[in-house]
């Protein structure tokens, strides 16, 4: 009877076993992830390369005096307009002009014995090497007249060229030397810009070709046409310096003004773009998130031009495709994915 109640009993358990395994709920399934997408398709593609430059004065220069000295006087104003040969500074020449007076004295007696001698040599009262003494010392002292007078020249700082000064850099009285910078100089009565050119696009321009540059707080494009390049490359940068003339003469320019040069290198016919935002950068390569059949793959492609906000696939990828851009980080190698946006659809 006990072994009867007690087989009724492991029945009943054994049925609630199975019963609660029976209820129990699967475990949830994984919803797929929302993502952004882009549908692959072939566009016209242009090339744009984007070079730094800068504004180059026709002439500019920092004007320095030749000797050292004491500044007596400063013959401008800052920013003034001057003219080719103005003198901008006088040193202080008090020693050469002494010596000069001087000079002119002897010169003036040498002069006189020169005239008298040479009376004397036609009257045959002297020799000849007498009368040529008497005219090399009149010789040798009005060339050193030149000479100090060269000298004296070189008291007065002059304009090297036709330009706008700046902002001057001493005072009156200054003691100043050959390095010494007193003002700088700048003629913009034209106006060039230059650019390092990267080896690689060195074929893609001309003399005499129009480009496009931009400048900060000017809205439109300027035009430019390629004047001349540097007969070599840099060695460390492997560019090749261009100067190009800046055609638009209603803007102001400055000396040393930051632009932008903008060249349209070549325009193909069709191109697979995708947003700039799609690209993985690896170590060894570049990868895109493709979805293949409901599941996110990543495939390793080949980049070509870039523009502002895409890229171009050369390689890994078919017209057609969808590329995911959004959630990347979230993405899993054959994890499922939902697109709830497709970007470029129409």
Not at 283 to 293: F, S
Request: glycine fraction near 6%; proline fraction near 5%; hydrophobic fraction near 40%.
């Amino acid at each position: 009877m006990r072994a009867s109640a007690l087989l009724f009993i492991i029945c009943i358990v054994v049925i609630s076993c199975k019963k609660t395994e029976s209820t129990a709920p699967n475990p949830p399934q994984k919803k797929p992830m929302g993502v952004e997408a882009w549908l692959v398709t072939s566009e016209a593609i242009e090339e744009q390369l984007r070079l730094p430059a800068s504004i180059v004065a026709n002439e500019f220069t920092e004007i320095k005096p030749e000797l050292n000295g004491k500044i007596l006087q400063i013959n401008f104003k800052d920013g003034q307009a001057v003219s080719k040969g103005q003198w901008l500074f006088k040193l202080n020449d008090a020693d050469p002009q002494a010596r000069i007076s001087k000079l002119r004295i002897q010169k003036e007696i040498l002069l006189n014995t020169e005239k008298r001698q040479k009376e004397l040599l036609q009257l045959q009262a002297i020799g000849q090497q007498e009368y040529d003494l008497a005219l090399l010392q009149l010789r040798n002292a009005e060339a050193d007249i030149k000479i100090l007078e060269t000298e004296i020249e070189k008291h007065l700082v002059r304009a090297p060229f036709s330009g706008t000064l700046g902002i001057r850099q001493i005072s009156p009285g200054a003691v100043v030397a050959p390095s010494t910078v007193l003002v700088g100089i700048t003629d913009l009565s034209s106006v060039k810009i230059q650019f390092p050119l990267p080896e690689k696009y060195i074929s893609t321009i001309s003399k005499g070709d129009l480009i496009d540059c931009k400048i900060n707080g000017i809205n439109h494009p300027l035009k430019a046409k390629i004047l001349s390049s540097e007969s070599s490359l840099d060695p460390n940068t492997r560019a090749l310096m261009v100067s190009a003339q800046m055609i638009d003469k209603s803007v102001k320019f400055y000396h040393g003004l930051f632009a932008e040069v903008i060249l349209d290198l070549r325009l193909k016919q069709s191109g697979m773009m995708v947003p700039t935002q799609a690209i993985i950068p690896q170590a060894r390569d570049k990868k895109l998130v493709v979805l293949k059949n409901g599941l996110a793959e990543f495939i390793s492609v080949e980049l070509g031009v870039r523009d502002s906000s895409k890229v171009e696939i050369l390689k890994g990828i078919t017209e057609g495709d969808t590329v995911i851009i959004s959630g990347l980080m979230g993405v899993k190698p054959k994890s499922p994915v939902n697109i709830i946006k497709l970007l470029n659809s129409k």
